[in-house]
C-alpha cells in the first residue's frame, strides 16, 4: 500500500478542499514536506500506525495508519478557518473510495486523536496541526 498521506491527500483534492500541489490554484497540498512558500499550504505526513488486533476468521491484522495534517497561512483567522474545514473532511471520511495511480483505496474511517495552533515559523506564518489514525483497505 502507498502512504495514508497520499491517499487523504487524493481524497481532500477529489472533494475540492485542496490542490495538487503547483497545479495552481489556492491551497496546495505536499505530502512528506513543505514548501518555503509565502502562501496558504497544507501538508500530510504519515506518522506511527498503531496495531488494533486482528479478524479471527481470516487472521488480517487491523492496522490504524497515524496521519499529521498540517496547515500553514500568513493570515490566522484564515488558516484557522481552513484548518477546520479541513479537518472536518477529514473527520467525515467513512467508506470513502479514493484513486491513486490506478489502484483503489478505501478509507475506512479516521479519527481525530489532537488539534492545535502550534505558533508562528521563522517566515511568520501561522501554524496548525491535528493527528489522525487512519484505517485503509
Not at 11 to 24: E, P, T
Not at 26 to 39: H, I, K, M, Q
Request: overall charge negative; charged content about 20%; hydrophobic content about 45%.
Amino acid at each position: 500500500m502507498i502512504s495514508v498521506a497520499e491517499i487523504v491527500r487524493q481524497a481532500l483534492v477529489d472533494i475540492g478542499q485542496v490542490n495538487v500541489s503547483f497545479h495552481g490554484g489556492d491551497w496546495p497540498a505536499f505530502v512528506g514536506s513543505t514548501w518555503d512558500l509565502n502562501t496558504n499550504m497544507c501538508a500530510l505526513y504519515d506518522t506511527t500506525p498503531i496495531k488494533d488486533g486482528r479478524i479471527v476468521d481470516t487472521g488480517e491484522v487491523i492496522m490504524h495508519h497515524g496521519l499529521q495534517l498540517l496547515v500553514s497561512s500568513l493570515d490566522y483567522e484564515i488558516g484557522w478557518s481552513k484548518f477546520r474545514d479541513v479537518m472536518q473532511v477529514i473527520n467525515e471520511l467513512r467508506n470513502v473510495e479514493v484513486t491513486v495511480d490506478g489502484t483503489v483505496y478505501i478509507i475506512v474511517n479516521a479519527k481525530k486523536e489532537s488539534a492545535a495552533h502550534i505558533g508562528i515559523d521563522e517566515r511568520r506564518r501561522q501554524l496548525f496541526s491535528a493527528n489522525y489514525l487512519v484505517t485503509v483497505n
